[in-house]
């Protein structure tokens, strides 16, 4: 793992989102100082939050969401153009401020060029094994596709020839000013695709910061088997939620408890909120979500906050058509027209994540439980010899205190 990506926390955008871009409507270029400009403005909000590196969702060409990609070298024109890009990372240098993007190589949209030259081609042509292709389906050949999504067209990661492009893909962007990739779906990439490809990654570029989705599986395991350096700690997000829900902190005591074990091998991404699930203020409300914050402040692992949940963002996230839309929201041009940017919760989200950074040590802090009932718990943090007890309550109005080894109150809310 790179040295800087232990400093790293992440504030998460989706960026034709955030622009405002129309997802599934006609597709336009952004208007003047929109697209991936939009973003420029905002690098000092992350910064004054105490974070220090962009986790962007998908920038290249696509047909709707940016998950169903048609060009991995391009960026997507209703962002902007490659000098929008390349302003936006010179931007982040000079804040000192880390971009990561958003890889997606499990599968690609139907209309990427290369699918249709696959299937115009035949079993015969030269990108027929760059997909699983059914030459003899009932309605004529089709492809395997991603979880039942007929739009997003799985690539045969067990053809040398898409490794090599991937590599070459991620090499790209990396050379142009990236430090890193999210590699979107990687749970159904078996690892040895990705430990055929991150070593020619990694020859020009051993400091990139290399993170999985994972949404199940085996953690631990497609970490050392792939050579990522980190992956979505979903196990976690679900507790921290649920166990606020529900108000029932066995559940993260049990869970805390195996991402211990986990931190014995890596460091995973913790997050309450991404583009993908509910925000954690709908789900349960606004103290309890600073609550959960508290939690996510000071376990182990690098953290990420996904854009809008600072300042108490709700959204519901739905399983239907435009389903991600409210969690996927616009943003107003400026910090300053973002409400209650300077409110409770912003506030907390400050106090919180200075309190991580005064204490490095948290990166890989030990959690054990010290007192636990349904309704409260008390949560020790250890490391290098230094203490912090993490006190949640949610047997009447939602409360939270951290506080020192020598007794110090160093966070309080409710």
């Excluded at 802090?365 to 009932?373: D, I």
């Excluded at 008390?378 to 009447?396: F, H, M, N, P, S």
Aim: overall charge negative.
């Amino acid at each position: 793992m790179a040295p800087w990506a232990e400093h790293a926390m992440w504030w998460h955008v989706y960026p034709l989102g955030f622009a405002g871009v129309p997802v599934r409507e006609e597709h336009r270029p952004p208007a003047p100082d929109g697209g991936l400009a939009a973003l420029v403005p905002w690098l000092d909000h992350v910064v004054e939050l105490g974070l220090n590196g962009l986790l962007l969702g998908p920038v290249f060409t696509s047909s709707t969401h940016g998950y169903d990609t048609l060009d991995h070298r391009e960026i997507d024109p209703r962002l902007g153009t490659r000098e929008d890009f390349d302003a936006l990372v010179a931007a982040a240098r000079a804040r000192g401020v880390r971009i990561l993007l958003d890889g997606v190589f499990n599968h690609v949209g139907r209309e990427h060029p290369l699918a249709l030259a696959a299937l115009a081609e035949g079993p015969a042509g030269p990108y027929a094994d760059w997909f699983r292709i059914d030459w003899d389906a009932p309605g004529g050949p089709d492809f395997a596709d991603f979880e039942g999504h007929s739009s997003l067209v799985a690539l045969d990661h067990d053809n040398p020839a898409v490794a090599d492009w991937v590599a070459q893909a991620m090499s790209f962007w990396l050379e142009a000013g990236a430090d890193g990739w999210r590699l979107d779906a990687a749970y159904a990439v078996a690892p040895a695709f990705w430990a055929a490809v991150l070593p020619r990654v990694r020859a020009a570029h051993p400091d990139a910061w290399i993170l999985g989705e994972m949404i199940h599986g085996d953690y631990a395991a497609y970490v050392a088997e792939s050579g990522i350096d980190s992956v979505t700690q979903y196990e976690l997000w679900k507790a921290i939620w649920s166990s606020l829900e529900q108000e029932n902190f066995y559940e993260l005591e049990w869970t805390l408890t195996r991402h211990a074990d986990l931190l014995e091998t890596f460091l995973p991404q913790t997050f309450v909120g991404n583009h993908d699930v509910t925000r954690i203020t709908t789900r349960v409300g606004r103290d309890k979500a600073v609550l959960a914050l508290v939690v996510l402040a000071t376990t182990g692992g690098v953290v990420s906050v996904y854009a809008g949940d600072e300042v108490a963002m709700t959204g519901l996230k739905e399983d239907r058509l435009g389903g991600d839309d409210a969690v996927r929201p616009a943003f107003p041009a400026s910090p300053a027209d973002l409400p209650d940017v300077h409110g409770p919760v912003a506030d907390a989200h400050r106090a919180l994540l200075a309190l991580r950074r005064r204490h490095p040590w948290l990166l890989r802090a030990r959690s054990r439980m010290v007192e636990l009932s349904n309704t409260r718990c008390v949560i020790e943090q250890t490391g290098e010899g230094d203490r912090l007890l993490v006190e949640l309550d949610v047997t009447g109005a939602p409360r939270a205190r951290v506080t020192s080894s020598d007794g110090d109150v160093l966070f309080a809310w409710g």
